[in-house]
């Protein structure tokens, strides 16, 4: 399976002022994010919105980025809680060029663990694409096993777990599987305040959100714990995590969709039912904001 990169910003989707989808903008957007640092982006996930975008936009947003990106890794978001849709979305990704998708386990329904296994293998099953299983509880409502999330990797196209359920024993103890049974599988944190705990604990990447404002940051605590800089990494994470709690102090992806636009990109207002924070809460976030060094120092018109 291709390497997809350690370090991939959820993206936004931008949109018009009209409402529409900013496909011109978000191949900018894209480019930048991989030029601040980012290997490349998860488009459609959480933060891109995807439950307010239409299947015909998602694919063009997919292969409008990818065109974009030849060279950088685009990860998307085809999972839904109805795995035919999602076997479909994922057909449409390929032929969009996508390197992988990523799968939510399925939400709202709240399936048993086998129902979440054969949700995700009818969709491995579907492609040739690399897999990534997205396992966010807090958002989905349902949490899935260590046991479960080994039992997908012993399929040969789900390379990874995107974890973000907040609960680090969860964690290492996947992580001690993966290792257990050499398995080529890698996790990926879903939570950016989480990112340097499952580093240390053996984990592999991050898709993260304030990849869009400090992915340089970001790229440095990685090398540090690399180079068994531990406190030189710890340093830097706990000066992320002030970036981080302002970034969701409205939720996502309203929080982060503002302070681009504070920050000068013209992404359009989010769609309803997400709404920007209001005056107070953003002041809050960008007087936080305005105490560290971000990757866009100035506001950027693109």
């Known amino acids: 399976m291709p390497e997809l990169g350690r370090i991939l910003t959820a993206m936004v989707t931008p949109y018009t002022a ?24 998860v488009l459609t996930g959480t933060t891109g919105e995807a439950p307010l975008l239409s299947d015909d ?3 063009r947003l997919w292969q409008e980025v990818k065109e ?20 479909h ?44 299983v997205y396992n966010v509880p807090g958002r989905t409502g349902v949490s899935m096993t260590p046991a479960t999330i080994l039992r997908l990797a012993e399929l040969p196209n789900i390379i990874g777990d995107k974890e973000a359920n907040g609960d680090l024993a969860h964690t290492a103890a996947l992580i001690e599987g993966v290792r257990e049974r050499h398995l080529d599988f890698k996790i990926w944190s879903g939570n950016d305040n989480d990112t340097f705990h499952i580093w240390c604990l053996g984990g592999y990447g991050v898709v993260t959100v304030t990849g869009h404002i400090v992915a340089s940051q970001i790229r440095e605590m990685q090398r540090r714990l690399d180079s068994r800089d531990v406190a030189g990494a710890a340093a830097i994470h706990r000066q992320l995590c002030r970036v981080t709690d302002a970034c969701f102090l409205n939720g996502s992806p309203s929080t982060i969709r503002y302070v ?23 002041a809050r976030v960008m007087a936080e904001l305005s105490k560290h060094t971000l990757d866009v120092a100035s506001p950027v018109r693109a």
């Open 18 to 41: 009209g409402g529409e989808v900013d496909y011109a903008h978000a191949r900018r957007l894209a480019r930048h994010l991989v030029r601040i640092g980012n290997d490349g982006v």
């Open 57 to 59: 936009e998602k694919a």
């Open 68 to 87: 974009e990106l030849p060279d950088a890794t685009v990860v998307v978001g085809a999972g839904t809680y109805d795995t035919r849709h999602s076997v």
């Open 89 to 132: 979305l994922t057909k449409l990704a390929e032929r969009a060029g996508a390197d992988a998708i990523l799968a939510v386990a399925p939400y709202y329904l709240k399936p048993p663990q086998e129902g979440i296994y054969q949700h995700f293998r009818v969709i491995a099953e579907s492609t040739p694409l690399p897999v990534i």
């Open 260 to 282: 681009l636009r504070q920050l000068g990109f013209a992404i359009g207002e989010p769609r309803l039912p997400v709404v920007e924070p209001d005056p107070e809460t953003g």
